[in-house]
């Protein structure tokens, strides 16, 4: 029975030793059975060991070199059953087994958009005076106004508000836009000033109806032209008072259609003082009329967005000052207006708010001037059109069967095809 058992160890430990490549360890006694075990044991148990001590390094490493490859991480979260999709879940940046290269997407949109170039359509109301054509020329550092583009401009007092645009392309570091500046002449320059603002209400809507009939049409353009006001730049007088009546129905009826930002022209006129106290009414004058004014406190989409709008939200109104002259300043040429205390450095903040102004419509919120634009006021343009559209092709289509004396509806064919030729 002894000699059975030393060739059962004899074959059975040298077998296990070359598959896990370990030394040959050579037959022991009979008598050394139980120390022989307790030595492979051992010698097994240490073998694990370094292999997971290694493994886990090399999974370190690997992970480190993912990490490095990968700048985006995801978090990971328990694969959860949907009802149409099965198991749906999350994948680390550090999970994968390699670069994939997603991000990539984002060089494609962006050379995408430089080809195509893209619009902003921006609307500047106040009376005339206030320095309009100056701020939207030292906005964009480029003659775009309606006045800088007609070299025989001459300044007449218009008798009723008409609205006219002019366009141009801007093209900086390889990126197009088209730049479309709507001015309102002889708005708020009457005596009688009653529902001045209804031509502007009504040329809101209607770039609005352009964009829903060119939705509609069965063959549309792959590109629908965008004539739709992104932003309404609202020009209030540096009185230091409160908001007048035309500036409260103003503001009031367009902060339903199009994204406001109310501004006060030439602070300049006005000393630190007066500003931050004319600043405090205005914002008390909006609270207390329901006026909405860009940004929304109901389109903040995440705590970030919240966090930097609520520091734009304390500045609104700004207190801004333009001019398209440049001066030296310390050796250096600034944009700012020569006064005999001195030069008011448009781009300053210490002097105004100018860049605050800036920052808002161009190079932080113009994509979200945008998208509020057509993901809020456009749509609700759009539900309330095609609902009232539908009543009247339903009403239209009762109108059309017969009544109980037999007849029909009069004119139902035909006011049925004026109701789908407006739509």
Same mark, same amino acid.
């Given at each position: 029975?002894?000699? =059975?058992?030393?060739?059962?160890?004899?074959?059975?430990?040298?077998?296990?030793?070359?598959?896990?490549?370990?030394?040959?360890?050579?037959?022991?006694?009979? !008598?050394?059975?139980?120390?022989?075990?307790?030595?492979?044991?051992?010698?097994?148990?240490?073998?694990?060991?370094?292999?997971?001590?290694?493994?886990?390094?090399?999974?370190?490493?690997?992970?480190?070199?993912?990490?490095?490859?990968?700048?985006?991480?995801?978090?990971?979260?328990?694969?959860?059953?949907?009802?149409?999709?099965?198991?749906?879940?999350?994948?680390?940046?550090?999970?994968?087994?390699?670069?994939?290269?997603?991000?990539?997407?984002?060089?494609?949109?962006?050379?995408?958009?430089?080809?195509?170039?893209?619009?902003?359509?921006?609307?500047?109301?106040?009376?005339?005076?206030?320095?309009?054509?100056?701020?939207?020329?030292?906005?964009?550092?480029?003659?775009?106004?309606?006045?800088?583009?007609?070299?025989?401009?001459?300044?007449?007092?218009?008798?009723?508000?008409? @609205?006219?645009?002019?366009?141009?392309?801007?093209?900086?570091?390889?990126?197009?836009?088209?730049?479309?500046?709507?001015?309102?002449?002889?708005?708020?320059?009457?005596?009688?000033?009653?529902?001045?603002?209804?031509?502007?209400?009504?040329?809101?809507?209607?770039?609005?109806?352009?964009?829903?009939?060119?939705? @509609?049409?069965?063959?549309?353009?792959?590109?629908?032209?965008?004539?739709?006001?992104?932003?309404?730049?609202?020009?209030?007088?540096?009185?230091?008072?409160?908001?007048?009546?035309?500036?409260?129905?103003?503001?009031?009826?367009?902060?339903?259609?199009?994204?406001?930002?109310?501004?006060?022209?030439?602070?300049?006129?006005?000393?630190?003082?007066?500003?931050?106290?004319?600043?405090?009414?205005?914002?008390? =004058? @909006?609270?207390?009329?329901?006026?909405?004014?860009?940004?929304?406190?109901?389109?903040?989409? =995440?705590?970030?967005?919240?966090?930097?709008?609520?520091?734009?939200?304390?500045?609104?109104?700004?207190?801004?000052?333009?001019?398209?002259?440049?001066?030296?300043?310390?050796?250096?040429?600034?944009?700012?207006?020569?006064?005999?205390?001195?030069?008011? !450095?448009?781009?300053?903040?210490?002097?105004?708010?100018?860049?605050?102004?800036?920052?808002?419509?161009?190079?932080?919120?113009?994509? =979200?001037?945008?998208?509020?634009?057509?993901?809020?006021?456009?749509?609700?343009?759009?539900?309330?059109? @095609?609902?009232?559209?539908?009543?009247?092709?339903?009403?239209?289509?009762?109108?059309?069967?017969?009544?109980?004396?037999?007849?029909?509806?009069?004119?139902?064919?035909?006011?049925?095809? !004026?109701?789908?030729?407006?739509?």
């Amino acid at each position: 029975m002894r000699e =059975d058992t030393t060739k059962v160890l004899e074959q059975e430990i040298p077998a296990s030793m070359e598959e896990r490549g370990m030394e040959e360890v050579k037959p022991l006694a009979v !008598e050394d059975k139980a120390a022989a075990e307790e030595a492979v044991e051992e010698r097994v148990a240490q073998e694990k060991t370094e292999d997971s001590t290694a493994q886990n390094k090399e999974t370190e490493e690997r992970e480190v070199d993912v990490e490095r490859e990968m700048e985006g991480e995801v978090e990971v979260v328990t694969p959860c059953p949907t009802e149409s999709h099965g198991l749906q879940g999350t994948i680390k940046g550090h999970d994968l087994f390699g670069y994939v290269g997603i991000e990539a997407v984002l060089d494609q949109m962006r050379r995408k958009t430089m080809k195509a170039g893209f619009e902003f359509n921006i609307m500047v109301v106040g009376q005339s005076g206030l320095g309009k054509s100056t701020l939207v020329n030292t906005l964009f550092k480029s003659k775009v106004s309606r006045k800088s583009c007609s070299p025989n401009y001459e300044e007449k007092i218009s008798k009723t508000v008409k @609205l006219q645009s002019v366009s141009h392309v801007i093209e900086e570091k390889g990126v197009k836009m088209k730049l479309t500046v709507i001015d309102t002449p002889g708005f708020g320059d009457q005596i009688n000033n009653e529902n001045c603002w209804e031509p502007i209400v009504s040329y809101v809507n209607e770039q609005y109806e352009r964009y829903l009939k060119e939705e @509609l049409y069965v063959n549309r353009k792959p590109r629908i032209p965008d004539t739709r006001v992104h932003c309404c730049v609202y020009f209030l007088p540096a009185t230091g008072h409160w908001l007048r009546p035309i500036d409260v129905e103003f503001m009031k009826r367009l902060g339903k259609i199009v994204s406001i930002v109310p501004i006060i022209a030439k602070a300049d006129t006005l000393t630190m003082e007066e500003r931050q106290e004319f600043k405090q009414r205005i914002r008390q =004058d @909006l609270k207390a009329n329901g006026i909405r004014v860009y940004p929304q406190t109901e389109y903040d989409e =995440d705590p970030e967005d919240r966090i930097l709008n609520d520091k734009i939200r304390e500045n609104i109104p700004f207190a801004v000052v333009g001019t398209d002259k440049e001066h030296q300043v310390n050796g250096n040429k600034v944009l700012g207006r020569k006064t005999k205390w001195g030069i008011i !450095e448009v781009e300053n903040v210490a002097h105004c708010e100018f860049t605050n102004l800036r920052d808002l419509l161009i190079r932080s919120h113009l994509q =979200d001037l945008k998208d509020v634009t057509h993901n809020i006021h456009y749509e609700t343009f759009r539900v309330r059109r @095609l609902n009232e559209s539908n009543l009247t092709v339903h009403g239209l289509a009762l109108s059309c069967f017969p009544m109980e004396n037999g007849t029909h509806g009069t004119n139902g064919t035909s006011d049925r095809s !004026e109701s789908e030729s407006h739509l």
